[in-house]
């Protein structure tokens, strides 16, 4: 049970900095010159969090077979 709290709570956490991210992006694309480095690093990041959240979703939810 404790497992699955803990796992809840990265699930929330992980989805907070995702949408941070989309921030950061909005953001920096706002400044005219940006440094596109920078914000493909910003973009992977966010990618590898999309990924991470739903490896976590899936084993929370279970597969329903209709």
């Given at each position: 049970m404790?497992?699955?709290?803990?796992?809840?709570r990265r699930l929330?956490?992980?989805?907070t900095e995702h949408r941070d991210l989309d921030d950061v992006i909005a953001r920096l694309l706002e400044?005219?010159?940006f440094d596109q480095l920078q914000l493909q690093r910003l973009k992977k990041r966010k990618l590898m969090l999309?990924?991470?959240?739903?490896?976590?979703?899936?084993r929370l939810l279970p597969d329903i077979i209709a």
């Open positions: 404790q497992d699955l709290e803990e796992m809840k929330s956490d992980l989805k400044k005219a010159p999309k990924d991470e959240i739903s490896r976590l979703e899936s």
